[in-house]
């Protein structure tokens, strides 16, 4: 008599809890940025950061003026933590409809996996959108010969950036061989600055010297043959050769004392340089724009010098090729309703590369994947980077995606383990390529 | 006959007795189910999904396949969860040697009722309002070799590379974890203290028994079960320390402060691999259930016993 009492009051307790619970549940679920776009309209997620953060903030207030019924709502991230939180939302279905990207291999993950548009057709039907960008950033969009992004911002090589104050001080030119690095880092050793400066914590940063050198040594070809997952890639002598390089380097004191701890995310490493603690850096070109900006006058006053990556002897490696990132790129979640999708596109079309944010770039120092800029580029106060930067990209023989957007995540989270390991000398360049070699295919 | 007049009532009033404790306790039952319902959904429900996870692969965004053993064969064998389990151990021990003496010395200090030591109390417990990740980013940039607070001060042999150099890394972490955790077991010992009755020190005093005797005779073992709770809990939660690391160091230089639920984090979200990311979480949950059963078991058999005996 009282056990099926008992169990009918808990059953009712347990119904009138259930809604309570189920409600504080969805909840959390639903808050979420990705479903903020019921009312018409698109998401967006994009990154924090200036000056990026205001042009895109800016770009996004003019389209929406325009387009009251396609209004794009946009949430903003910092860098490492956008990665993680990117993937997670697509795995659970909680995506925005405009997926911020660097192409390649994580939008590989996301074309298998039917989450982001097929926009071959579109482009198709928007020759003119299509003509407008460069040829060479629409590279790391296709996945199979379809495209499943569009190419925006600009292009990103990776520049040895150099204080020419420093330099005129040590009677010294920058680099033009590995040679003249090693003997650079013995000037500067002596005269107590730090020959380079790294944000090795950040561990993608460290992975820019291997890409450089790699291709000086064995050419662009080393790298594809990984990228296409061909046996015993890594495992090439010019693979072996880059990582000895990179550990004679370390020995020699090459990079700034405590470089593991640092990172880029907080602009340390670039502080260093204009701050005249480091004498060099190698980074991406957009920490012109950051330096511009929090570098008091450092740039302003003409001491950021730049420079090619140096020729190994013996290389095989044209000192014409660039490394970096082509372009960032935008999907479209193929969970997004239609209504989303088509607001989307508009965005793509009318609201993204305007004149004015093109402007916007050029004048924070950067080379927007337009064509027919050459004239913008020469009336910039920034104009002998820009030229430099905008040659590269036009110019290069090869211009090699970062690898850790190129590869797979899997493997690109090897690769990063890997490459700070090396850094610290815990793993042999045999060891490294062998460990590497292990990653192929997956 | 005046003996069965009398059992009659008695027995009806044990049956009625019986009743009331019956349905007291099928009342407590229910109360219960909300908890019982929050265990299941979100500790029992995500628990049998990493088990199930653990035979699968799946990169956390396309479909799910089966994968058999692989998965545990293969993080079985990788070197990387020994370092990561050795690691974790470290961290443990240490952390527990340095965190114990420290924060029960305080805890008896705390315990007293002058007005000094309740300021001091105060101050002792502020990192306890801090979040690890804010803790973490303030200790990254004053121990910034080159733009930290050696620099500021002008203290050259503070300005090591903390979190550059393996070693130093991991002690640093310990330092940390110790920095931010001692407040909180320091309260747990306060309150134990607060707990032993004053008649037991009265008594020694009597006996002619020194403060030192009276810490090791009285304070401690009346500590016992306290010390039972802050170990289990330091031990259980230095299994899932993460954040606080994940920001301070992410696991570097190298793997050197990779610990457990660190790697895990790292195979799940960073390289794709859910499956074997799920193992990990399997052998944490299985860790983390002995070790909170050893030091249970610790307390021994009679841990509803008394320890006020005569009192």
């Known amino acids: 008599m009282k056990q099926p009492q008992t169990s009918r009051r808990s059953f009712l307790a347990l119904a009138a809890l259930t809604p309570f619970a189920v409600a504080a549940t969805t909840a959390c679920g639903t808050s979420g940025p990705g479903a903020s776009s019921a009312n018409g309209g698109a998401s967006m997620w994009y990154l924090s950061g200036e000056p990026n953060q205001t042009t895109m903030q800016k770009a996004v ?25 990117i993937k997670t939302a697509i795995g659970a279905n909680q995506a925005p409809t405009i997926i911020y990207g660097w192409g ?31 040829p060479a950033s629409f590279g790391a969009a296709t996945i199979n010969g ?40 013995k000037t500067f050793n002596d005269m107590g600055v730090a020959p380079f400066s790294l944000g090795g914590q950040s561990r993608w940063t460290s992975m820019m010297w291997l890409e450089y050198l790699l291709d000086r040594i064995g050419g662009p070809e080393v790298f594809k043959a990984i990228f296409e997952g061909k046996p015993n890639a890594w495992m090439d002598p010019a693979v072996i050769e880059t990582g000895t390089k990179i550990q004679e380097l370390v020995s020699a004191d090459g990079f700034i004392k405590g470089f593991s701890s640092i990172t880029a995310d907080s602009q340390a490493d670039q502080a260093l340089l204009f701050s005249g603690k480091a004498a060099m850096m190698l980074h991406g070109s957009w920490t012109y724009g950051s330096m511009k900006k929090a570098g008091q006058n450092f740039v302003q006053d003409g001491k950021l010098g730049f420079a090619p990556f140096p020729t190994v002897a013996g290389g095989k490696g044209d000192p014409k090729n660039g490394v970096g990132n082509p372009a960032a790129y935008m999907s479209i979640s193929s969970k997004a309703s239609d209504k989303e999708k088509e607001s989307a596109k508009k965005f793509f079309k009318d609201g993204i590369l305007t004149e004015t ?86 | 006959m005046s003996n069965a007049v009398s059992t ?44 199930i996870l653990s035979f699968t692969s799946w990169d956390g965004i396309g479909a799910i396949g089966a994968a058999g053993m692989d998965n545990w064969f293969s993080v079985l064998a990788d070197p990387g969860l020994y370092n990561a389990l050795g690691l974790t151990f470290l961290i443990m021990i240490v952390s527990w040697l340095v965190q114990t003496p420290i924060s029960l010395l305080l805890g008896v200090f705390t315990a007293g009722s002058q007005r000094y030591r309740a300021a ?88 002619g028994a020194g403060t030192i005797k009276q810490f090791f005779h009285i304070t401690l073992p009346q500590l016992k079960y306290t010390i039972i709770t802050s170990s289990t809990l330091m031990v259980v939660g230095s299994l899932t320390y993460f954040d606080l690391i994940f920001v301070l160091t992410g696991g570097g230089p190298g793997n050197s402060t990779r610990i457990l639920a660190l790697d895990m984090y790292l195979r799940g979200f960073r390289a794709n691999l859910m499956g074997p990311a799920s193992v990990i979480a399997v ?15 610790l ?12 009192l």
């Open chain 1, 61 to 85: 207030d003019t389209f929406n003026s325009a387009n009251s019924a396609d209004k794009i709502s946009v949430t903003y991230f910092q860098n490492d933590a956008y990665k993680t939180k």
């Open chain 1, 104 to 134: 390649g291999g994580g939008l590989k993950t996301y074309a298998e996996a039917n989450q982001v548009e097929d926009l071959t057709s579109w482009f198709e039907q928007n020759p003119d959108l299509k003509n407008k960008f460069f």
């Open chain 1, 146 to 185: 379809k495209i499943y992004a569009l190419p925006n911002q600009y292009v990103a090589p990776i520049v040895l950036f150099y204080n020419k104050e420093l330099f005129q001080k040590a009677g010294v030119q920058p680099p033009k061989t590995w040679e003249d690095i090693m003997s650079l880092v």
């Open chain 1, 357 to 442: 944010v093109i402007d916007a770039y050029i004048n924070s120092g950067s080379v927007p994947i337009v064509n027919g800029i050459e004239d913008k580029l020469n009336t910039s106060e920034d104009k002998a980077f820009l030229n430099f930067v905008y040659d590269m990209a036009k110019n290069a023989p090869s211009f090699q995606q970062s690898w850790d957007q190129a590869l797979s995540p899997t493997a690109a989270e090897a690769l990063l383990n890997n490459i700070d390991q090396l850094f610290l000398k815990s793993i042999t360049p045999q060891q490294f390529a062998e460990n590497m070699n292990g990653t192929l295919g997956k």
């Open chain 2, 8 to 51: 009659a009532p008695r027995a009806t009033a044990r049956i009625k007795e019986s009743k009331q404790t019956e349905q007291r306790k099928a009342a407590l039952a229910w109360l219960t189910l909300p908890a019982l319902f929050f265990f299941l959904v979100f500790a029992v429900i995500p628990l049998v999904g990493v088990l």
């Open chain 2, 120 to 207: 001091l109390a105060v101050l002792y417990f502020l990192p306890l309002l801090l979040s690890s990740a804010a803790v973490a980013i303030a200790f990254k940039a004053l121990l910034d070799p080159n733009f930290g607070l050696a620099t500021g001060l002008g203290l050259p042999f503070l300005a090591q590379d903390w979190l550059g150099v393996p070693q130093l890394a991991l002690g640093l972490v310990i330092f940390v974890i110790a920095w931010q955790f001692v407040p909180f077991h320091t309260l747990i010992y306060q309150g134990g203290v607060r707990q032993i009755p004053k008649s037991l020190y009265e008594a020694a005093q009597i006996d």
């Open chain 2, 283 to 297: 052998i944490l949950v299985v860790i983390g259930l002995v070790l909170a059963l050893f030091l249970q078991r």
């Open chain 2, 299 to 310: 307390g021994g058999k009679d841990k509803q016993g008394s320890q006020l005996e005569g």
